[in-house]
């Protein structure tokens, strides 16, 4: 079935990048996901990528696919306070694009 | 756009009570979405919709939960009866035409 998994916590000085990374297991996946939630509030999609791109950037955002690995990272260019929040990767499948999540990583941005 | 809603927002009810969460997708969405936030268990996908009909419910956890959509911009999930392992934050999510999901602000349930 499928598998979606990320590291918990990441915790990087203002200013500085990040980056989250992901691995699923569904090489079926036509859409990889990520979504961002703030403490007490719901999933704000943040961006997504498409199964035959390797790269996309939006702004200070940048998603990186790889997909012979199954692998998908987020990096975030200077990282800002108002960063801090769980960030949530996702695949998805079939027709209804259903979506599969990982546990979510925990950025902290320290002052 | 009002965005997907959902309400309450907050509930907290006694063990055996019937609990209904409600949802509104976006206007012209035909796809919603009911999933289940938790500690141990992350994000899961409880059922689907597509044009009020449901589709997969294989993640609904029992029979003590339902799920309607009576029309085309209204859900509701319910619990009946209610248990303390039901405690969590249920979101409501839509799209169109399988897009991407948008997701409303959850309703935070505790069960005592």
């Known amino acids: 079935g499928e598998d979606v998994e990320q590291s918990l916590f990441l915790s990087v000085r203002e200013g500085d990048s990040s980056v989250i990374n992901c691995t699923y297991t569904?090489?079926?996946?036509?859409?990889l996901y990520w979504y961002k939630q703030e403490p007490g509030a719901g999933l704000q999609l943040l961006t997504y990528?498409?199964?035959?791109?390797d790269m996309k950037q939006d702004q200070r955002l940048t998603v990186l696919l790889n997909k012979k690995d199954k692998h998908l990272s987020l990096r975030i260019a200077d990282t800002q306070t108002g960063d801090s929040a769980i960030y949530f990767c996702?695949?998805?499948?079939?027709?209804?694009?259903?979506?599969?999540f990982g546990s979510g990583t925990q950025l902290t941005v320290l002052p | 756009d009002a965005g997907v809603i959902q309400s309450p927002r907050h509930e907290v009810t006694e063990m055996g009570q019937e609990v209904t969460l409600r949802c509104k997708p976006i206007?012209?969405?035909?796809?919603l979405f009911w999933y289940r936030q938790t500690m141990m268990r992350g994000l899961e996908l409880l059922i689907y919709?597509?044009?009020?009909?449901?589709?997969?419910d294989s993640g609904m956890p029992e029979d003590r939960f339902s799920a309607k959509m009576p029309n085309a911009s209204f859900s509701t999930l319910k619990i009946q009866p209610s248990e303390p392992r039901d405690s969590a934050v249920y979101f409501c999510?839509?799209?169109?035409?399988?897009?991407?999901?948008?997701f409303g602000p959850g309703t935070r349930l505790t069960v005592l």
């Open positions: 206007s012209g969405h035909d796809y």
């Open positions: 990528i498409f199964s035959n791109m």
């Open positions: 919709f597509n044009n009020n009909v449901p589709i997969d």
């Open positions: 996702a695949e998805s499948s079939g027709s209804a694009r259903q979506l599969t």
């Open positions: 999510a839509s799209s169109f035409l399988g897009d991407t999901q948008y």
């Open positions: 569904d090489s079926s996946s036509t859409y």
